[in-house]
T-cell receptor, first 116, second 115 residues
Framework: DVKVTQSSRYLVKRTGEKVFLECVQD?????MFWYRQDPGLGLRLIYF???????EKGDIPEGYSVSREKKERFSLILESASTNQTSMYLC???????????????FGPGTRLLVL | AQSVTQLDSQVPVFEEAPVELRCNYS??????LFWYVQYPNQGLQLLLKYLSGSTLVKGINGFEAEFNKSQTSFHLRKPSVHISDTAEYFC?????????????FGKGTHLIIQP
């Protein structure tokens, strides 16, 4: 089974702190994604990466950055956390290979971040 | 750019009754379509997907969906629901394949099963 893990389930930070959210996948997937989920808004794409050291902006990249130094790990960074970044953050990964898993994104359990 | 509309934010249904969760999309090109389910305090799990071929797609847990290109819809159905189906359901679309780019999600439909 594909496994996507996120470093924390719950996180509480103060305004202005630098925050790191870590995501690791164990299926050698090329693509990795960060979304935020807010009630009534669904999931929105923040950043994605299709290879090591490569990154692409999603729909709402402002206030965030990412790092992908190794294929299995994709980090989301909040340089200076603000209260409007309080949200659920979901990481996902997918493979470019053909087969039953084609075009399927696999999600981690999420990190619920509260910024005070 | 593509967009997804889930017409109902909540759908209450009695146990063992049929259910349909509605999803409409807009896009200027061909799309791939997905339904994901999120159980409380968990991540998202793929229910089913339409990439090509037969417009009736069967997924896990007895769910199915039908792609209707003329109506730009991808409604999710189950003939008989169970308490365990209580969850948030998300419809999603990708223009070039969710495997390569991110997905665009609808706002979700909360399915509430009443005993």
């Amino acid at each position: 089974d594909v496994k996507v893990t996120q470093s924390s389930r719950y996180l509480v930070k103060r305004t202005g702190e630098k925050v790191f959210l870590e995501c690791v996948q164990d299926m050698d997937h090329e693509n990795m994604f960060w979304y935020r989920q807010d009630p009534g808004l669904g999931l929105r794409l923040i950043y994605f990466s299709y290879d090591v050291k490569m990154k692409e902006k999603g729909d709402i990249p402002e206030g965030y950055s990412v790092s992908r130094e190794k294929k299995e790990r994709f980090s989301l960074i909040l340089e200076s956390a603000s209260t409007n970044q309080t949200s659920m953050y979901l990481c996902a990964s997918s493979s470019v290979a053909a087969g039953a898993a084609r075009e399927t994104q696999y999600f981690g359990p999420g990190t619920r971040l509260l910024v005070l | 750019a593509q967009s997804v509309t889930q017409l109902d934010s909540q759908v209450p249904v009695f146990e063992e009754a049929p259910v349909e969760l509605r999803c409409n999309y807009s896009s200027s090109v061909s799309v791939y379509l997905f339904w994901y389910v999120q159980y409380p305090n968990q991540g998202l799990q793929l229910l089913l997907k339409y990439l090509s071929g037969s417009t009736l797609v069967k997924g896990i847990n007895g769910f199915e969906a039908e792609f209707n290109k003329s109506q730009t819809s991808f409604h999710l159905r189950k003939p008989s629901v169970h308490i365990s189906d209580t969850a948030e359901y998300f419809c999603a679309v990708s223009e070039r394949g969710g495997g390569a780019d991110g997905l665009t999600f609808g706002k979700g439909t909360h399915l509430i099963i009443q005993p």
